[in-house]
Structure formats: C-alpha cells, structure tokens
C-alpha cells in the first residue's frame, strides 16, 4: 500500500537558519504530493502541493519538489522564522475517485530567537 | 467564508458511553473524511465518504460509526467498542478530482473521564 516517511524529529532550529524536512513516499501509482502544517491546538492547513513530477510547490517561503526517480518531496526554507514552529506533515493522495490522503507520522520544529 | 465547522472542540466521556462528533462544511464538497491523530503517530484515517448516502472504512473503523444523510454533514460516533478512544479528532474534505487539497477543521478534543 502507499506509505510516506518523514524524518525522525523534533527539530530546533534558531531563526534565519535554513531548513529541510526530508520526505519519502511508496505509491502504486502516479500521486499528488502535499505538505500540511499544524499549529498548536488547531487542525491542519495545506501549505502546498505538487500534482507531477519535477513540479515545484511554493508558499510563503517554503518549496518542495516532486522527485519522481528519488520519490522524494523534500520541504525547505531559506530563512525560518519564530512564527514557522509548528509541526508539519507529508501526505500523499492517488489519483481516482476512491482516493484517500496518507500521511506522513509529522514532524515538530521548533524556531527559537 | 467557506470552511469546515467541528463541534464541540473539547468533549469529556465517561467509560461505556457513545458520543457523536459534529462536522459540517459549506464548501460544496463531495468527499468526507474523518483522522484521528494521536502523538507520535501521525494521521490515521477512520472513515471517508465520496457521495450522499455512502461511505467506506479507514484504516482503524473498529468502534466507530458515520453516517452521510446531507452532502454537508459527516458525524462520527465514538462508540463504547473503542478501547482508547481519547484523540484529537479531524475532519476533512475536498472536492473530487485529481490533485484537489483537503480542507481541514479545527479538530475535536475527545477524553474519557
């Protein structure tokens, strides 16, 4: 079945450093990939996405690309910030009607001053 | 604005008891979905719904139960088969089509007392 594997966390990092969140997937076929960011106490926001290989997904300073031979979709970010700490999640979803999102376990980071 | 709507965001239960968990979207969706999201462990999925009237077990639907009588509106019953049923609880929805990103709800608090 289709799984996703995220790096094992937390993460600490201090402000302005650089990030990545490495992100690993098994699907039987050709999925769309995402990343989801949780707050604390509240649910999930898509922070973005890419539909096919070599797409680039981008938002508010974080990328990620679809790496179809390395079936990768790493998270990073020039410059995090305080405001960045909350913890994120890889997600996979195949393509069809039927299709449901798989996670990856998440991972918190943490951006101190 | 258009968006997810949980209720309540915090709920108690006493051992042997059923409860129901409300989610209700004006987002015009077809798809629902319910996670249930435990430390450690990522999101796993319970039930998902494509159409009215129809839905489908996740991964852990034992000691669950939903029903989909309105397009907007996807309960989830917490029964008293749960063994561990203190979670964060989230809903989902998305419109049907490739690459569509889900739209979450602010999550539900459940614990048993």
């Known amino acids: 079945g289709d799984s996703v594997t995220q790096m094992e966390g937390p993460v600490t990092l201090s402000e302005e450093a650089f990030l990545t969140i490495n992100c690993t997937y098994t699907?039987?076929?050709?999925?769309?990939l995402f990343w989801y960011v949780q707050y604390p106490g509240e649910g999930l926001q898509l922070l973005l996405k890419?539909?096919?290989?070599?797409d680039k997904g981008s938002n508010k300073g974080f990328e990620a690309t679809y790496r179809k031979e390395t079936t990768s979709f790493h998270l990073e970010k020039g410059s995090v910030q305080v405001s960045d700490s909350a913890v994120y999640f890889c997600?996979?979803?195949?393509?069809?009607?039927?299709?449901?999102?798989?996670f990856g376990k998440g991972i918190t980071l943490s951006v101190r001053p | 604005d258009g968006g997810i709507t949980q209720s309540p965001k915090y709920l108690f239960r006493k051992e042997g008891q059923n409860v129901t968990l409300s989610c209700e979207q004006n987002?015009?969706?077809?798809?629902m979905y319910w996670y249930r999201q435990d430390p450690g462990q990522g999101l796993r999925l319970i039930y998902y719904?494509?159409?009215?009237?129809?839905?489908q077990k996740g991964d852990i639907a034992e000691g669950y139960s939903v029903s989909r009588e309105k397009k907007e509106s996807f309960p989830l019953t917490v029964t008293s088969a749960q063994k561990n049923p203190t979670a964060f609880y989230l809903c989902?929805?998305?419109?049907?089509?490739?690459?569509?990103?889900?739209?979450f709800g602010s999550g539900t608090r459940l614990t048993v007392v």
């Open positions: 989902a929805s998305r419109p049907l089509g490739q690459g569509s990103g889900y739209t």
């Open positions: 719904s494509q159409i009215v009237n129809d839905f």
């Open positions: 699907a039987t076929g050709y999925p769309s």
């Open positions: 890419a539909t096919k290989a070599d």
């Open positions: 997600a996979l979803s195949e393509s069809g009607a039927n299709s449901k999102l798989t």
């Open positions: 987002l015009n969706h077809d798809a």
